[in-house]
């Protein structure tokens, strides 16, 4: 296994809200401190899970700006800040970039589908925008956009381009001259197992001991991956932050709850999140209100 740039273990922190749904900076500070405590060595900060589309960009770019001022020892932050229009694009990179952070994740441009050349003309914008390693974000349950993996590996070979968050299981191979990182749960371990550097993760919310367990001990890899399937599942009952949310409210980490168009879990669906956290013990001693 290859070592990845911005760590192995990345988890994709949530945005939290107060009362008011404003930006909790405090809870933020909290998270982040008690996740990298338990697992995680890098954090993607205003991603998709930190509803970064809901997030004006001054309130995503104070996030970042708090995420590198309380970043632990030897911890990587990499900001959010793809956007469908390139010059947005741009300028949330320069603004990122100019805030310390340790990279950037840029997302398929969305809804408008670039064609080949739009795609290499709008990460050859953005490279120019920094002088910090880039990761492209290939998600096309998301985007609409499916970029195949010659494509990315042509992307590659623009100047900071350094990696992929791969969300499209059917391609995760390695690709010559990227790192390879896992853009869903599921697939930790096959990256991991296939050499990749590691994971851009949603589950490391509430089981990043065990998923740092799965580089760790890589004999036991696939056993722990095993037992941590249905933490995955539920991960997923319905649109992501949504479920990791829930989760973390059950546990006693107050990250409040969503701006629209995203809604809280219904009953049905914060039941099946407390069942699998009580099946995994997580609830142990935290209060599950």
Do not use: W
Not at 36 to 61: K, R
Not at 257 to 281: D, I, K, T
């Amino acid at each position: 296994m290859s070592v990845g740039t911005f760590g192995t273990v990345i988890t994709a922190i949530v945005t939290p809200f107060d009362d008011e749904l404003n930006v909790d900076e405090e809870a933020f500070v909290s998270l982040l401190r008690h996740l990298a405590d338990h697992g995680s060595d890098g954090f993607v900060v205003c991603g998709s899970t930190g509803e970064a589309a809901t997030l004006t960009d001054d309130e995503h770019m104070r996030v970042v700006e708090l995420a590198v001022a309380e970043k632990p020892d030897g911890v990587k932050i990499v900001a959010g800040t793809g956007s469908n229009d390139t010059r947005h694009a741009v300028e949330l990179t320069e603004r990122a970039t100019a805030l310390g952070v340790d990279g950037t994740l840029s997302v398929t441009p969305y809804y408008v589908r670039p064609n080949r050349r739009g795609l290499i003309g709008h990460y050859s914008e953005i490279a120019k925008a920094t002088d910090k390693p880039i990761l492209l974000y290939n998600i096309p349950s998301r985007t609409a956009l499916d970029i195949p993996n010659e494509l990315l590996a042509e992307l590659g070979g623009i100047d900071h381009v350094i990696g992929v968050k791969q969300a499209n299981n059917d391609n995760l191979a390695p690709i010559d001259g990227l790192e390879v990182y896992a853009g869903n749960d599921d697939v930790f371990a096959r990256t991991l197992d296939m050499g990749g550097a590691g994971g851009i993760l949603v589950a490391s919310h509430v089981v990043g001991d065990e998923m740092r367990r799965m580089v760790e001990q890589p004999e036991r890899r696939a056993e722990i991956d095993a037992s941590l399937r249905d933490v995955y599942a539920v991960m997923g009952v319905t649109t992501n932050p949504i479920p990791v949310k829930a989760a973390l409210n059950l546990l006693g980490h107050d990250v409040g709850g969503l701006r629209l168009p995203l809604v809280e879990v219904s009953e049905e669906e914060r039941a099946a999140v407390r069942a699998v956290l009580e099946r995994h013990g997580l609830l142990s001693g935290a209060s599950a209100s």
